[in-house]
């Protein structure tokens, strides 16, 4: 039979959708076919798959991939994959997966050339949506430092659309390690703010993104600390050519690390 809401092991998959939970499995939850794709593609990273009829037999590829690596497949009823899943619409299939963190000093011993640091970034849909957009440009590793979002809440790991399995994840409570360390591993830290001197044009003219960089972006709301913008070996703006006061988080993370990806290659 179906396992139903109230099938042990759906109650403790589902207690991964808080961050307590979460951090004392060291698991979390993947929703969604894409999702689930990319997880299966990484070894040793999915440790259950719960399906509905339907999805099961819809993406019958993804559970054979998951019976082959010896993953658990569980069918469920639609009240249970709608109580393991956070979308109003959901597709029928959550997976549950180990932790993928990075210590920082193993990300950075693999000479990345592109690495985005997310500066205290509460909102999980920006800072999935910047892991995405940094995997698309070719970063190597992305740092979740200071009082950033834990990056397996279940919105970011949706807005990440996959790229959480892609790169290296590292959370580092100290921003200034991560600014020292990437430092000392040969790479130019760049701050992205809005008051920044340097425009980030010129900085592409000069060459000067043609380096190994490590960019560091600050919330929507509150931007970079003063420390991190002092610590930056520039600081760098967007340049507004129309009359648009400001750049989202995401739009500026994607230009930045575009701009770099373009001239490292």
């Known amino acids: 039979m179906p396992f139903t809401p109230r099938t042990p092991r759906v109650v403790a998959a589902r207690r991964l959708q808080r961050r307590r939970e979460r951090e004392a499995a060291g698991r979390f939850l993947a929703e969604g076919p894409q999702a689930v794709r990319e997880a299966l593609a990484r070894p040793r990273t999915v440790v259950e798959l719960f399906g509905t009829s339907a999805a099961l037999d819809r993406y019958a590829d993804l559970a ?4 082959g ?3 658990p497949v569980s069918e469920v009823t639609d009240e249970a994959l709608a109580a393991l899943a956070e979308t109003v619409a959901p597709q029928g299939l959550v997976a549950v997966c180990q932790h993928l ?7 950075l011993s693999r000479q990345p050339r592109l690495v ?20 698309a440009a070719g970063a190597a590793a992305v740092v979740f430092a200071g009082e950033a979002v834990d990056p397996y809440n279940g919105k970011c790991v949706r807005s990440s659309a996959g790229s959480l399995f892609h790169v290296d994840v590292v959370r580092e409570p100290d921003p200034a390690t991560v600014v020292a360390a990437a430092r000392a591993a040969g790479l130019a830290v760049l701050a992205a703010t809005g008051y920044g001197e340097a425009d980030l044009d010129e900085l592409a ?8 960089t490590a960019w560091l972006f600050g919330s929507e709301a509150h931007g970079l600390p003063e420390q991190l913008i002092e610590a930056a070996d520039a600081r760098v703006r967007v340049p507004l050519h129309g009359r648009a006061e400001s750049l989202n988080l995401a739009a500026a993370a994607a230009v930045c690390l575009y701009a770099s990806a373009r001239a490292q290659r």
């Open 69 to 71: 690596a010896d993953v």
């Open 205 to 212: 003219d000069a060459g000067r993104l043609t380096v190994p």
């Open 101 to 107: 963190d990075v210590p920082l000093e193993a990300a």
């Open 116 to 135: 985005a640091v997310l500066a205290g970034i509460r909102d999980p849909g920006n800072a999935g949506t910047v892991l995405r957009t940094a995997d």
């Open 64 to 67: 054979a991939v998951a019976a």
